[in-house]
Structures are given as C-alpha cells and as structure tokens.
C-alpha cells in the first residue's frame, strides 16, 4: 500500500519462505531426510511473518472497511478475501498439527493447499486488493486505519529481516542440497 508499491513488502520474502516449505516437504514425501529444525525455522517464519501480514490485513484494514461500507457492492470482494484468510489460519494450524503428530502424508497434503492459497492470496491482493482498498481508504477513518495498519507492518518488517538470512540459507540448502 505504500506509494503504490505492492501491498506489503513482506510477501516477495513469504513466497520465499513458501518455496522453502513446498521443497522440504517434497523431500519428506519421498521419504528424505529433514532436519526437524530447519523445517521449524520455516513453520515460525511463516508464523512470525506470513500469519502475522494477514491478521493485519483482516483486522487493520479490511474489517473496518466492511464495517463501515455496510451493503456496499464494491466491497463484496473483502469477504471472499476475508473467508480465505480464515482458511489460510485454518491450514496453517492444521499443517503444525500433523506435523507434530508425525504426519508426514497429511503434512504433505496441507503444506501443499497452504502453499498454493497464500501464494493466490498474496497475488490477489497485491494485484487487486491494493488498488481497490486504495479507493476505500481515501476518507479519514481510513487514513487512520492505513496508519494503524503500516504501524503494525513495521514490526512484522522487523520480524522479517531478523528470520530472512536463515530463510535463504535454507532455499540454498533445499535447492543444492549436494553443495551443503
């Protein structure tokens, strides 16, 4: 949302983080060894960053914009929007779940629908999200709710870069595996 930069910065590095997951969980499809901990440092990134970036959106800008545009048909999008963040949070926490009841298929499975929903996700809203939320933050409260919004980002930025390098190394690790 920033001068019309894409929606938020931190999504070049989930999709990232998203490349990671999808190449650690291809290898414990095959039966290849993980080491647990890298796949926790992915899991928290994603927690950290990626969930974080979309309880932001919900709650900052996209639930008070439906509150306030009441049966307005433009914001009719929102909701979708809305009902896959849900099942964005859903996933998520069902994938740790399998995870930590050594369910390396279902695991598998879900890393795959999560992966492939936030990818969309962040597609859509920096594609089409951005520009129409633009439109329904031109008043006052939405100004303030922008702020409130990029206020909050700031940490998540923050959570962002702290966590980035062992995201990379990982990508390097899951792509060249024969160089590490």
């Not at 019309?4 to 969980?25: D, K, M, N, T, Y």
């Not at 914001?75 to 949070?89: D, K």
């Amino acid at each position: 949302m920033r001068g019309g930069a894409p929606f938020s910065r931190e999504h070049q590095a989930i999709l990232q983080s998203l490349e990671v997951l999808r190449l650690i969980s291809d290898r414990l499809q095959r039966q290849e060894f993980v080491d647990t901990v890298d796949l926790q440092l992915v899991l928290k990134f994603l927690r950290d960053v990626g969930q974080r970036c979309l309880e932001n959106t919900e709650q900052l800008l996209l639930r008070p914009i439906l509150a306030r545009a009441g049966a307005n048909a433009a914001v009719s999008p929102l909701n979708a929007t809305i009902q896959r963040h849900l099942l964005v949070h859903s996933l998520f926490d069902q994938m740790t779940q399998a995870l930590s009841s050594a369910t390396v298929g279902e695991f598998g499975l879900l890393s795959e629908h999560y992966t492939q929903l936030l990818t969309d996700l962040i597609f859509e809203e920096d594609h089409v999200l951005a520009p129409l939320l633009a439109s329904l933050l031109a008043d006052n409260a939405g100004i303030e709710d922008l702020q409130r919004f990029e206020e909050s980002e700031r940490e998540v930025s923050r959570l962002a870069l702290e966590q980035m390098l062992a995201i990379r190394r990982l990508e390097a690790k899951y792509v060249n595996p024969h160089c590490i």
